[in-house]
Each structure stands twice: as C-alpha cells, then as structure tokens.
C-alpha cells in the first residue's frame, strides 16, 4: 500500500511584489514537489506561494526525512533542494537519491550562486540551478518547464520492461528506467547523461550541435555558464564524464567524435 507524503505546509501570503497568480496556470495540471529546506520560516513561505501556483508541495527539514518518505512509497515529480542541510548536504543528498532508484528532476534552490556551486550542482545530475534571491515566480516558472519537458517516474519501475529498448550497435538505451548499456554492463550514467547518449545516438552519425547538447541537458532557452559560449564548458565537462564511464568498460571506446566549435555525434557515417 503507497503510503502518501505527509503535507506539513499552509497557506502564506505572497512576499513578491505585484505577485497574481495565473489563471490559467491554476488550471494546469498539478505538479507535485518535494521540497528539503532546514529554515523553517522559509521553507513555509516557498511551499505557500508555490502552491498559489498550483504546485503540490511536500516539505522537509532535512534529506533523512525525505529518503524515509520514499522508502514509505511516496511519489513526486520534482525534487526541490537546498545546499545547505543537516546531516547530508543537498548536494550529497541527490546521489543518495540516484542510487536508491529516484531519477526524478533534481533543482537546487540556493543561497551558493558562485559558478563552482552551480557548476557541481550540475555535475551531480541537478536539472536547474536557481538563487534564492530570484523570487518564487521565477522559480515556479522553471519548475513547470522543467515538469513538462521531463515526465520521469519517481522510482525505477519494477514491472517488466516494454519494447521501446533502443540498440545502436553495441550500445543499449532503456528509456523508461533511464539507462545506458555496453556490451550488456550498465554504464552508470546519470539521468543527464543518459539524455544526452540518447540524443548523440538518436541521430547516428550526425553531428549535434554544443546547444542542442545543453537544451538537452536542462530545457530549451536555459542559460548558464560565463560570456555568451559558456554553456560549452558545461558540455565539455559532461561529455568528459560520459566516455570516462563508457572507457572504463571498454578501453578503446571511441564513438563519441568532436567537431571542434561545432557539437559531438556518436559513430561515424
């Protein structure tokens, strides 16, 4: 029996100013969020305007609860992050999550705005990175884009697989459990990861562009990363990650090429 999370949140005026929530937003489908946040004043205000949103938010104190909350059945669509936590920070929280079988998106909301804490966060497999100082209809905004361009299941699901697997030479992709295989091994990749391999070998022996890699790694019009081409570091270093996984089950592994200032394509024509 799925046990529901225990909502411990209420309603709170809206501390934006001119703050209206959208008609139109209201009617949208409901979006559940797992929100871990230790500041209690704070962590009620966000679930409130949130849910003036629309939004279904569950809130915690901290990453233990919300791990007991999962392992109780609880299901969410997104989870919602702090940096700082007790116990186990945010940013170990999210691989804990990984390797308990959560793939859902993962979005730090954070005081840390320094380019290294961003960069780790999405290092780590973090979809979204958002300051603190932003404001909540920012943040609902790109927790939405994020909802509907990533419909993942909570959990790994259990029940047989169905016949979307999809084969490119030795390279096997299970979409709905998000994972990668070579030569029958799992590679361990990230969910990040995963989309990425799936979109290079979606379009074998095409290149993809440095863009069409990083909307892939986040959602269409994202922007991070310093000057106008930043977002390429984040690329590169993702891209590093992922023939670093592959090569460490096959050491000749080569089909991820490079068009220097232009994007990656997996195999050759």
């Known amino acids: 029996m799925t046990t529901p999370m225990k909502e411990d949140v209420t309603a709170w ?13 209201e009617a949208q489908r409901k979006i559940r969020v797992a929100f871990v946040e230790d500041d209690d004043d704070y962590r009620e205000a966000v679930s409130g305007e949130l849910g003036d949103y629309g939004f279904e938010v569950t809130s915690f104190c901290d990453g233990s609860a919300l791990l007991a909350a999962f392992d109780d059945g609880a299901e969410t669509d ?22 308990t079988g959560i793939t859902v998106p993962v979005v730090f909301l954070t005081g840390r705005t320094l380019p290294a804490y961003e ?10 990175f958002v300051d603190k100082a932003r404001g909540v209809p920012i943040l ?18 259990s029940e047989p697989e169905q016949d979307d697997n999809f084969h490119c030479g030795r390279l096997l992709l299970k979409p ?3 994972r990668a295989f070579w030569d029958d091994v799992d590679v361990g ?63 000749s592994f080569a089909e991820i090429d490079n068009y220097q200032s232009f994007g990656y394509r997996w195999g050759k024509t």
Not at 208 to 225: K, L, P, Q, S, W
């Open 13 to 25: 005026p809206s501390s934006s100013p001119g703050f209206r929530p959208d008609a139109e937003g």
């Open 78 to 99: 997104l989870v919602l992050l702090d940096w700082s936590l007790p116990s186990v920070s945010g940013i170990d929280l999210l691989p804990r999550l990984r390797r």
């Open 119 to 128: 960069k780790l966060a999405f290092d780590r497999g973090a979809l979204d």
């Open 140 to 157: 609902a905004h790109r927790l939405r884009l994020i909802a509907d361009s990533v419909k993942t299941p909570a959990r790994k699901p």
């Open 176 to 178: 709905r459990v998000s």
């Open 189 to 251: 990749l990230t969910l990040t990861e995963f989309k990425i391999v799936h979109l290079l070998a979606s379009n074998v022996g095409s290149y993809v562009t440095y863009r069409a890699v990083y909307d892939c790694m986040h959602y269409v019009g994202f922007i991070a990363g310093s000057g106008e081409n930043g977002y390429r570091t984040n690329v590169r270093s993702c891209i590093k990650r992922i023939r670093n996984k592959f090569r460490a089950i096959d050491a």
